[in-house]
């Protein structure tokens, strides 16, 4: 297994654009996240999905959009960006499936953006 | 709503000897997971040890131990025969246990570097 894997690893963005931060996961796990790391800082949640279809605001989702048509997918869409938006992005999953430890997160590599 | 701080914002060892990171948490739940979670310089996160709220006893994961004191509210992590690999971030992080779906708390983390 791949486990979490996030691309790209890095981008710069000017101010205004958009884009789109991939997360995949090949453990067929049902609950996914979307966390970013400011300097100095810990983990702040965006968005987060309990499965495919079903998605939820985190701690700080303005500016951000998340869809999840598939299990293994959560992309994080960034549609104006905006120098406040400058930060690490980190994927992450977890399963409720029977005997599965359902508190354990599995996280990705993190994608860092930079927007200018 | 729960609150997790770190109240060391660096810490430095020398290798071989033992060190110990504090964390202190806020919340009304009395079921609830709690973390240390490592960054080294690659930005991947990984999890060190868990403690779960229910059980008296301390987690203990090779060199790495916690002091878990639910009265307190205190969870800290200490690291023996540290390693010049120890170099990283720390992070504490909380989950209730039941109604969170399994999001993650974090604190701002504590920069722990060994020197040789």
């Known amino acids: 297994n791949a486990g979490v894997t996030q691309t790209p690893k890095f981008r710069i963005l000017k101010i205004g654009q958009s884009m789109t931060l991939q997360c995949t996961q090949d453990?067929?796990?049902?609950?996914m996240y979307w966390y970013r790391q400011d300097p100095g800082m810990g983990l702040k949640l965006i968005y987060y999905?309990?499965?495919?279809?079903?998605?939820d605001k985190g701690e700080v989702p303005n500016g951000y959009n998340v869809s999840r048509s598939t299990t293994e997918d959560f992309p994080l869409r960034l549609e104006l960006a905006a120098p406040s938006q400058t930060s690490v992005y980190f994927c992450?999953?977890?399963?409720?499936?029977?005997?599965?430890?359902?508190?354990?997160?599995?996280f990705g590599p993190g994608t860092r953006l930079t927007v200018l | 709503a729960q609150t997790v701080t770190q109240s060391q914002p660096e810490m430095s060892v020398q290798e071989a000897e033992t060190v110990t990171l504090s964390c202190t948490y806020d919340?009304?739940?009395?079921?609830?997971?709690l973390f240390w979670y490592k960054q080294p310089p690659s930005r991947q996160m990984i999890l060190v040890i868990r403690q779960e709220a229910y059980k008296q006893q301390n987690a203990t994961e090779n060199r790495f131990s916690v002091n878990f004191q639910k009265a307190a509210k205190s969870f800290s992590l200490k690291i023996s025969d540290s390693q010049l690999g120890d170099t990283a971030m720390y992070f504490c992080?909380?989950?209730?246990?039941?109604?969170?779906?399994?999001?993650?708390?974090f604190g701002k983390g504590t920069l722990l570097t060994v020197n040789p």
């Open positions: 992080a909380f989950m209730k246990h039941l109604g969170s779906n399994y999001k993650l708390t």
């Open positions: 919340t009304s739940e009395n079921n609830y997971y």
């Open positions: 992450a999953s977890t399963t409720t499936r029977t005997g599965a430890s359902t508190d354990t997160q599995y």
């Open positions: 999905s309990v499965g495919a279809g079903i998605t």
């Open positions: 453990m067929n796990h049902n609950y």
